[in-house]
């Protein structure tokens, strides 16, 4: 069976910080700013939090 996440546990680049700045920014929400940095909500909302950054609870 293949793996699930290709990326499981890849380290953040300094380009995806970046985007993942602007995107939380722009009022991305969550599920778009995964998506746009191939990345699970999770691992999004980790790191967010992890640099203090507020996301965008859209309902």
């Known amino acids: 069976m293949a793996e699930k996440f290709e990326r499981h546990r890849q ?4 380009d995806e910080i970046q985007k993942l700045h602007t995107l ?12 746009a940095l191939t990345r ?4 999004v909302k ?6 203090s950054l ?6």
């Not at 380290?11 to 300094?14: E, I, K, S």
């Not at 699970?40 to 691992?43: L, N």
């Not at 507020?54 to 309902?59: G, Q, S, W």
Request: no cysteine.
């Open 11 to 14: 380290p953040w680049t300094q």
């Open 24 to 35: 939380a920014k722009k009022g991305m929400g969550l599920k778009s700013i995964a998506k």
């Open 40 to 43: 699970t909500e999770e691992s």
């Open 46 to 51: 980790d790191k967010a939090k992890a640099d």
């Open 54 to 59: 507020n996301i965008a609870k859209l309902r």
